[in-house]
């Protein structure tokens, strides 16, 4: 395909920065439910075993959390919710169903992206805050067993919502054909970026 016909989606350094996010919750996410239940304790061996892994764990939540930010910071401005996104929200069963027609044209990101921007944000707000309430030997001293107990349910239940909310992103990314490109190789074909991001591929001419 030649080079006129791609356009650039995402820099090299974003890449970067959305893989070690990836790769972060991987093993969190492994570890995490390696600490839930015994039959997937196993799991921890991606982290160097059972002790390791709970040493870790909350380091490499720091280092997603980092890493999330940095995307949040980059890309907040694409996220806002706008008319023509509400309307796309309206007409949600004509875009499930590829019914182009009518649907009010979008930018960077469709509405369900940017929900599941602030959704995933916020989920990673309550992760981070309760983990540091359960961070032994560090910071778990400090609070009473009552908050204690409140942090570890906290976690468990944004921990399962950020599991859902990003098998939900990969999925979507495989849906919508020519979308892992953008993230693999940086580009995306213009035919994609107007057929699915139209207002975002008119800036890009400009």
């Known amino acids: 395909m030649s080079q006129q016909s791609m356009i650039d989606r995402y820099t090299a350094g974003e890449r970067i920065i959305h893989w070690v996010t990836a790769i972060a919750f991987v093993l969190l996410a492994a570890s995490g439910l390696a600490f839930f239940h ?22 490499v939540g720091v280092v997603m959390f980092v890493a999330f930010l940095l995307i949040a910071v980059r890309f907040r401005h694409h996220n806002v919710l706008s008319g023509n996104d509400r309307a796309w929200l309206g007409r949600i069963g004509d875009v499930i169903a590829n019914r182009d027609a009518g649907v009010p044209p979008i930018g960077r990101y469709n509405p369900g992206q940017k929900l599941l ?15 540091i309430v359960l961070w032994r030997p560090y910071f778990a ?26 098998i939900v992103h990969v999925y979507s990314s495989f849906w919508v054909k020519g979308s892992m490109e953008g993230m693999l190789r ?21």
């Open 186 to 206: 940086g580009k995306v074909t213009r035919a994609w970026a107007k057929a699915h991001h139209p207002q975002w591929y008119e800036a890009t001419r400009k």
């Open 117 to 131: 921007f602030w959704t995933l944000l916020a989920s990673m707000i309550v992760l981070l805050l309760s983990g």
């Open 141 to 166: 001293p400090s609070f009473g067993i009552g908050t204690i107990r409140l942090g570890a349910l906290l976690h468990a239940l944004s921990a399962l919502a950020l599991i859902l909310l990003i």
């Open 38 to 59: 015994p039959s997937v304790f196993w799991l921890t061996g991606l982290l160097g075993g059972g002790t390791w892994a709970r040493v870790l764990h909350p380091f």
